[in-house]
């Protein structure tokens, strides 16, 4: 079997630069003939059930994104979850031989609690949220799944899910998935903390140039450097990763004269957002050429669901038949 390339984004807004570089460069790597990218609106509901923002909307804005970044829906299939219904059939039969104690003790579930204090994430969804994607890597039997750092432990839950499938139904339909990493598994966001939506400290992929410099010039810096003539620490510079990122052929000199102290902060901002322009410019024409578009990228999405509901039901009516559910005489 050749390898199956399976991943998804949650739906929550526009993407950023962490979201091009932790997952879609690699993604782009992995097009082919096999490959699957999926976007993932159950999963977004599971912590926007309250919210007013439209899902649907969001979604929009996942596709152009992925086209924008270059993926291309004639070397890969591009699909919106919950048009493809066997997601929810094969996560809830999934759900029915996963142990509470799993779901409970796994790592990302007790940090988002923590973390996003504001919404009520005490729901049968959310603490089920690994089941779900369990389902979505089952039904493709994907082998390789590029995904960021944060989502090893659901990859994780994913394999104990299908061994204990196997143990249970004396079958083997699924293969292992494996994790993909990016080369910049965690890039920083304005503040120094992982750039992400919820703490709004980002830089889109649709931003406009001057936004780019504007936020650039207001991301934190090694906090030792008070003036101009203290020596600096690129390796805890915020601002020093992304010129690792996008400015690899001028990183050297940028990290020698900021141990030196013979470059300082503000131009070494205003370098790092005329890169991450140029870096961008080309995404950004592709998105306003994309958004002119709406027939031809609901038909990607329609082509897309089909694609991926042909593999997606062959493999359900396999599971239930393993489970006992279904039986074909
Ligand atoms: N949980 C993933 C994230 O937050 C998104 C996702 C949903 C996913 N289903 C998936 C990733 C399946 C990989 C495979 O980024
Ligand atoms: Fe960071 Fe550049 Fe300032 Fe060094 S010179 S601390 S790399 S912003």
Not at 59 to 82: H, K, M, N, W
Not at 174 to 201: C, H, W
Not at 302 to 323: M, P
């Amino acid at each position: 079997m050749p390898d199956r390339v399976l991943s998804g984004t949650r739906p929550t807004g526009k993407l950023h630069l962490g979201n091009l570089l932790g997952a879609l460069e690699n993604y782009k790597k992995l097009q082919g003939a096999e490959s699957f990218f999926m976007i993932a609106d159950w999963h977004a509901l599971t912590t926007e059930y309250e919210s007013h923002t439209s899902i649907a909307d969001n979604v929009r804005e996942v596709v152009l994104d992925y086209l924008a970044a270059g993926l291309d829906p004639a070397q890969c299939t591009i699909f919106v979850q919950s048009e493809v219904s066997e997601h929810a059939s094969l996560a809830l039969l999934l759900s029915m031989i996963t142990p509470l104690g799993w779901l409970e003790r796994n790592p990302t579930y007790k940090d988002q609690l923590a973390e996003l204090k504001g919404k009520d994430l005490n729901t049968h969804g959310f603490l089920g949220y690994p089941v779900l994607q369990a389902a979505d890597i089952l039904l493709y039997k994907a082998t390789k799944v590029p995904v960021g750092e944060d989502q090893l432990p659901h990859l994780e839950l994913t394999r104990e899910i299908l061994r204990r499938f196997h143990h249970l139904y004396g079958k083997e339909i699924f293969p292992e998935p494996q994790p993909i990493l990016t080369r910049a598994p965690r890039v920083p966001g304005l503040d120094g903390r992982k750039m992400s939506k919820s703490y709004n400290n980002c830089i889109y992929l649709d931003e406009k140039p001057e936004d780019v410099t504007k936020k650039m010039k207001t991301m934190v810096t090694d906090p030792a450097r008070k003036r101009r003539e203290d020596k600096g620490h690129p390796e805890v510079c915020p601002v020093f990763a992304i010129h690792q990122q996008i400015n690899q052929s001028n990183v050297e000199t940028v990290a020698v004269e900021c141990r030196g102290a013979l470059r300082g902060c503000v131009d070494c901002k205003l370098e790092a957002a005329a890169k991450l322009n140029e870096f961008l410019d080309p995404i950004r024409r592709r998105r306003v050429e994309w958004e002119k578009k709406k027939n031809q990228v609901r038909d990607i999405l329609d082509q897309g669901r089909e694609r991926a509901q042909s593999v997606a039901s062959a493999t359900l009516d396999e599971a239930l038949c393993a489970a006992g559910v279904r039986k074909h005489d």
